[in-house]
């Protein structure tokens, strides 16, 4: 008011006889409450205390925010360390947008980068992927090299692998060429079907599964008995010869005997074969108290795990080769069945183990889960 009618602190002072201390007070006393701070017996009403408070946190967070660009143009000069530290904010539910401007980054910068970056990890999976698609032999799949890539470390979808197939042209050579059955046309005794497809024993060596196939070579036919454990799908026995004697299928039996010291109660499947009705090999189940079960006539289904395991062989190793003579099939053969098959292959009936590895982890009882066969 002093102010405003042109008046002089001092005049006033002088001509009412008032301290000059006090009018200064008065008037500021009033500037207080023109501007809503409280007076003198006039506190602030409840709204006027949040305005102060939101006004001090933000005046905080400006200086919170200005030590934080000064400190990390200090301390952080390279934009590859301030793009670090958008992506931890990301990962904390903190958008892209909101970092890149708190930063004083460009979010067209960062996105750029982020492209760049990926490059060499893509340039590595690649890397990675044809090893191991050698590694199997040019035999895997997009499913499988998906669970390959992730035992390296990699984060990595089955689009993904498609694609990166197609880009490098690795594609399975799968080729049917011959296919055969043993002779059921017999008047031999025939078993029963005990393992009536029960293909998931709880325990290793309570049921094996049985069978012949045939393998091309330059110097005529080679004939392969295997017995599998259907417990890990392990071949635990196989046999190979130029013909297929009863003696052939009890040779593939006497090696997984010797290897497994397999107990009495022991299920045998095979088909309804010439070979596995024979004496000879009926003979052999009967001294070591094993029970023979067979195939239903004409029902491939009910052999099922031996079948599937030919078809693999054949697609992943034989048709892929021109075997000269029997010796360098019965050597290829055993490659596949011992170096790959049994230690390697991924298995997805196993939980994409191989077979080796899933009996070690059951050893120790580790869960494992168990799907259809494949």
């Not at 049917?176 to 005794?189: G, N």
Request: charge should be positive.
């Amino acid at each position: 008011m002093i102010k405003e009618q042109g008046q002089s602190i001092q005049n006033v002072s002088e001509s009412m006889s008032i301290g000059q201390t006090a009018i200064r007070r008065w008037l500021t006393q009033y500037g207080a409450e023109q501007s809503g701070q409280p007076g003198i017996g006039k506190p602030l009403t409840a709204e006027q205390q949040r305005i102060r408070q939101l006004e001090a946190e933000n005046l905080q967070l400006r200086q919170d925010v200005t030590i934080l660009k000064k400190g990390l143009g200090l301390l952080c000069p390279r934009n590859e360390m301030i793009h670090q530290l958008i992506l931890q904010l990301q990962k904390e539910a903190i958008p892209v947008q909101h970092s890149c401007r708190i930063l004083d980054v460009s979010r067209s910068g960062f996105y750029e980068a982020q492209r760049r970056s990926a490059k060499p990890v893509v340039c590595k999976a690649s890397v990675h992927l044809k090893a191991a698609f050698m590694a199997s032999h040019q035999s895997y799949g997009s499913r499988r090299l998906v669970t390959a890539m992730t035992n390296e470390g990699f984060n990595i979808g089955r689009y993904k692998v498609r694609s990166l197939m197609r880009k490098a042209a690795l594609k399975p050579v799968w080729k049917r060429k011959f296919v055969h059955t043993t002779d059921s046309k017999h008047d031999l005794p025939i078993a029963a079907n005990v393992l009536n497809r029960q293909f998931n024993p709880t325990a290793p060596n309570l049921a094996y599964v049985s069978d012949i196939t045939y393998i091309r070579t330059g110097a005529g036919w080679l004939y392969l008995a295997t017995v599998l454990d259907l417990y890990a799908r392990k071949v635990v026995g196989w046999a190979m010869a130029p013909s297929m004697p009863a003696k052939l299928v009890c040779d593939a039996l006497n090696m997984a005997i010797q290897q497994r010291q397999s107990a009495p109660g022991l299920v045998v499947h095979s088909d309804r074969g010439s070979q596995y009705a024979s004496e000879l090999y009926q003979d052999l189940l009967a001294e070591h108290g094993f029970v023979c079960s067979m195939s239903r006539k004409g029902n491939c289904w009910d052999n099922a795990v031996a079948e599937r395991f030919f078809l693999n062989l054949k697609m992943e190793r034989v048709w892929q080769r021109q075997y000269a003579n029997h010796a360098e099939a019965k050597a290829d053969i055993t490659d596949y069945i011992v170096g790959f098959y049994n230690c390697k292959r991924i298995n997805s009936a196993l939980g994409n183990l191989s077979p080796a590895v899933y009996e070690r982890k059951m050893a120790v009882r580790e869960p494992i889960v168990v799907s259809e066969i494949t």
